[in-house]
């Protein structure tokens, strides 16, 4: 049963560190593209990072970059985002996604985890 779980969200203040992390199970990394998503309230989902199954291929938003890092650990199964100098427009909920790199239309979501950043 493939399964992405989200946790390491909370609240925390303007300027803090978030690290944010996603367990897979079910499939094998080793072949998928991943990335963490947001949506904040009331508007749509947002792509903020992604990471291509090579490694060596990555995405960021533009309200991100130089501030958010995505990372994988495929030993463990896990897809990290580490978030730094967080603002308070980065209240959301942060969605973890894996896309299968050549099977198309093959997509896995997480439920998501709160990040509510307070100024």
């Known amino acids: 049963q493939v399964q992405l779980v989200e946790s390491g969200g909370g609240l925390v203040q303007a300027g803090d560190s978030l690290s944010v992390s996603c367990a897979t199970s079910g499939f094998t990394l080793d072949d998928y593209g991943v990335g963490w998503f947001r949506q904040a309230l009331g508007k749509k989902r947002e792509g903020v990072a992604c990471?291509?199954?090579?490694?060596?291929?990555?995405y960021y938003a533009d309200s991100v970059k130089g501030r958010f890092t995505i990372s994988v650990d495929k030993a463990e199964n896990t897809v990290y985002l580490q978030m730094n100098s967080l603002k308070p427009e980065d209240t959301a909920v942060y969605y973890c996604?894996?896309?299968?790199?050549?099977?198309?239309?093959?997509?896995?979501w997480g439920r998501g985890t709160q990040v509510t950043v307070s100024s």
């Open positions: 990471l291509s199954s090579s490694e060596d291929s990555t």
């Open positions: 996604h894996a896309e299968h790199q050549v099977i198309t239309m093959t997509e896995f």
